[in-house]
Nanobody, 124 residues
Framework: QVQLVESGGGLVQAGGSLRLSCAAS????????MGWFRQAPGKEREFVAA????????FYADSVKGRFTISRDNAKRTVYLQMDSLKPEDTAVYYC?????????????????WGQGIQVTVSS
């Protein structure tokens, strides 16, 4: 069982930056990919970004492409989400997730482990 712990959220003004971190509790050899999702009040959880753990291939939602960057540090068992040029519509609870098997990284159902979520608030 892999436990994921997010950190780095908070309140920032529009145009600002935040970096989220997600640390895995155990060896990541069984992890195929890790992703970030977000859920705004009254909305469904949506895909934000993902990264293949071994090869480092990255994927982004169109809404964050060019503003957010996902990366990972294998030695620290940690994945990061650098968020720049933040907008009020980026306000949401952000969740880290890990999947063990191949398959599309954009679908929530394909992920096996989830963090508890962390609040990101962007003020206008």
């Amino acid at each position: 069982q892999v436990q994921l712990v997010e950190s780095g959220g908070g309140l920032v003004q529009a145009g600002g930056s935040l970096r989220l971190s997600c640390a895995a509790s155990e060896r990541t050899s069984s992890i195929y990919a890790m992703g970030w999702f977000r859920q705004a009040p009254g909305k469904e959880r949506e895909f934000v970004a993902a990264i293949h753990w071994s090869g480092g291939t990255t994927f982004y939602a169109d809404s964050v492409k060019g503003r957010f960057t996902i990366s990972r540090d294998n030695a620290k068992r940690t994945v990061y989400l650098q968020m720049d040029s933040l907008k009020p519509e980026d306000t949401a609870v952000y969740y880290c997730a890990a999947k063990r098997s191949m398959g599309a990284v954009v679908f929530i159902v394909n992920y096996d482990y989830w963090g508890q979520g962390i609040q990101v608030t962007v003020s206008s």
